[in-house]
């Protein structure tokens, strides 16, 4: 028979080894980073527990060894890290999005949350369910600070904090032609390898232009859509590597990265991430045999992003913030003079 080597907790299971290898006390973990100083190799043996008590909202470990070793974990915190496969209908409802087009966005009916009257955590639960949330009136002065409130800023190549999106000559990407080209509705940074989570905002400072309307698409669900009106096409996209590039000439750096469109998660069982920009797409990475099939596949994701049935639009005016799981939300804009 073969020995049970974990605890159930609230219904979630942990094995020792992992309990141990978590162990949240001052000697495994640095005090002021939190970083981890155990180092599981150097044990004797497999770790084995003398006891395990439920203590109120703690669980409470002592370790076999010489001496014995006390761990402590909050049950909420171990929860937050569960890996058992057996996921709850509770579990689920709190990570829940509310995939839509624009049929479905406009019954959900997002408020635009205002600045200077009411700026509620109702416009953070927007972030998480849908993919975006929109702010009005935010002084230009209290940028930075509402950021941060959301996390640290990432800072890009050498733009620092903020860089700036505007109609230039000889412009370096086609984002700021002066030509004024629509967009096609695509993630930021899809030849960056450390961009896979990220959230982008747009501020608007300016906007005098005719035309030019923003655009947003879920990508997640094109891609559910897919799955069902054409899993050929979304099985193609999900499993066949595409290489991205970027060209910056005044720092003559050239950036590549290799990602499927759709990225499913580690189990490929659900979608991890969306990346796509047709204006930085380069070549699939396939035969010669399945290239045609590729751009069947291709040429159908263009024309469901492309579909107003997918597509929300409007118009960014001073003042006004757009936060987005650029991970999720594909940004476009319609051309202007």
Same mark, same amino acid.
């Given at each position: 028979?073969?020995?049970?080597?974990?605890?159930?907790?609230?219904?979630?299971?942990?094995?020792?080894?992992?309990?141990?290898?978590?162990?949240?006390?001052?000697?495994?973990?640095?005090?002021?980073?939190?970083?981890?100083?155990?180092?599981?190799?150097?044990?004797?043996?497999?770790?084995?527990?003398?006891?395990?008590?439920?203590?109120?909202?703690?669980?409470?470990?002592?370790?076999?060894?010489?001496?014995?070793?006390?761990?402590?974990?909050?049950?909420?915190?171990?929860?937050?890290?569960?890996?058992?496969?057996?996921?709850?209908?509770?579990?689920?409802?709190?990570?829940?999005?509310?995939?839509?087009?624009?049929?479905?966005?406009?019954?959900?009916?997002?408020?635009?949350?205002?600045?200077?009257?009411?700026?509620?955590?109702?416009?953070?639960?927007?972030?998480?369910?849908?993919?975006?949330?929109?702010?009005?009136?935010?002084?230009?002065?209290?940028?930075?600070?509402?950021?941060?409130?959301?996390?640290?800023?990432?800072?890009?190549?050498?733009?620092?904090?903020?860089?700036?999106?505007?109609?230039?000559?000889?412009?370096?990407?086609?984002?700021?032609?002066? =030509?004024? %080209?629509?967009? &096609?509705?695509? @993630?930021?940074?899809? !030849?960056?390898?450390?961009?896979?989570?990220?959230?982008? *905002? #747009?501020?608007?400072?300016?906007?005098?232009?005719?035309?030019?309307?923003?655009?947003?698409?879920?990508?997640?669900?094109?891609?559910?859509?897919?799955?069902?009106?054409?899993? =050929?096409? %979304?099985?193609? &996209?999900?499993? @066949?590597?595409?290489? !991205?590039?970027?060209?910056?000439?005044?720092?003559?750096? *050239? #950036?590549?990265?290799?990602?499927?469109?759709?990225?499913?998660?580690?189990?490929?069982?659900?979608?991890?991430?969306?990346?796509?920009?047709?204006?930085?797409?380069?070549?699939?990475?396939?035969?010669?045999?399945?290239?045609?099939?590729?751009?069947?596949?291709?040429?159908?994701?263009?024309?469901?992003?492309?579909?107003?049935?997918?597509?929300?639009?409007?118009?960014?005016?001073?003042?006004?913030?757009?936060?987005?799981?650029?991970?999720?939300?594909?940004?476009?804009?319609?051309?202007?003079?």
């Amino acid at each position: 028979m073969t020995e049970q080597r974990f605890v159930t907790i609230r219904g979630k299971r942990f094995h020792w080894i992992w309990l141990r290898d978590h162990c949240l006390c001052p000697q495994c973990r640095h005090s002021s980073s939190f970083q981890k100083v155990y180092d599981l190799s150097e044990a004797p043996s497999t770790p084995e527990p003398l006891s395990i008590k439920e203590v109120g909202d703690e669980l409470q470990i002592i370790w076999a060894g010489d001496p014995p070793h006390y761990s402590t974990y909050p049950i909420s915190w171990l929860l937050s890290l569960a890996y058992d496969n057996e996921t709850s209908d509770d579990d689920k409802s709190e990570t829940k999005k509310y995939l839509w087009n624009l049929a479905e966005l406009e019954q959900y009916a997002p408020i635009w949350s205002d600045a200077i009257t009411d700026i509620s955590e109702n416009w953070f639960h927007q972030l998480r369910e849908l993919g975006f949330s929109l702010v009005q009136n935010l002084p230009s002065q209290e940028l930075e600070a509402f950021i941060l409130s959301i996390g640290p800023i990432y800072h890009k190549f050498r733009y620092g904090p903020f860089s700036k999106s505007q109609a230039i000559p000889n412009a370096q990407d086609l984002s700021q032609s002066a =030509e004024g %080209y629509a967009l &096609l509705p695509h @993630t930021d940074s899809s !030849f960056l390898y450390d961009s896979q989570r990220m959230v982008e *905002y #747009f501020y608007c400072v300016e906007n005098q232009a005719r035309g030019g309307e923003s655009i947003l698409v879920d990508g997640f669900k094109i891609a559910k859509d897919l799955q069902e009106e054409n899993p =050929e096409v %979304y099985q193609i &996209l999900s499993e @066949t590597p595409v290489e !991205f590039r970027h060209l910056h000439r005044n720092w003559e750096y *050239y #950036f590549r990265r290799k990602t499927p469109i759709i990225k499913l998660d580690i189990n490929n069982d659900d979608i991890f991430g969306i990346y796509f920009s047709h204006k930085n797409f380069n070549h699939p990475l396939v035969s010669f045999e399945k290239m045609e099939s590729f751009y069947d596949a291709y040429s159908t994701l263009l024309r469901y992003l492309k579909s107003p049935k997918y597509q929300y639009c409007f118009k960014l005016m001073p003042g006004d913030l757009l936060v987005f799981q650029n991970f999720r939300i594909l940004h476009g804009r319609n051309a202007f003079v």
